[in-house]
């Protein structure tokens, strides 16, 4: 990822791993298609206590496959140029 790059995904803010995970429109709309659709799965400030909250909940294993679909799907519209819908990643997870 470079560091002052667009996010390839929603156009909106520099890209970087945070970003891919968390506060992107594309990943927020995956969280909320495989069921973290909470109004407090976003509200906390610090995305270090989101991303443990999350590793350690009662979703642990959905999150933490929600986390990593997330930056595969990263990786394959970088290097392979392909983009998946969120039907395609959520069936994934």
């Known amino acids: 990822m470079s560091p002052f790059a ?3 995904r929603c156009g909106l803010q520099d ?3 945070l970003h ?5 429109e ?3 709309s995956l969280w909320n298609h495989i069921g973290f659709n909470n109004l407090d799965f976003f509200s906390t400030i610090d995305v270090y206590d989101w991303l443990k909250l999350g590793a ?4 642990a294993v959905i999150f933490s496959a929600g986390v990593w ?3 595969r799907h990263y990786n394959l ?3 392979n140029n392909e983009t ?6 959520s069936f994934n997870i």
Do not use: A, D, K
């Open 77 to 79: 519209m970088c290097l």
């Open 69 to 71: 679909w997330s930056l």
């Open 20 to 24: 891919y995970i968390w506060n992107c």
């Open 15 to 17: 890209e970087s791993f």
């Open 26 to 28: 594309f990943s927020r």
């Open 6 to 8: 667009t996010c390839t």
């Open 56 to 59: 350690t909940g009662s979703q």
């Open 84 to 89: 998946w819908s969120l039907s395609r990643l």
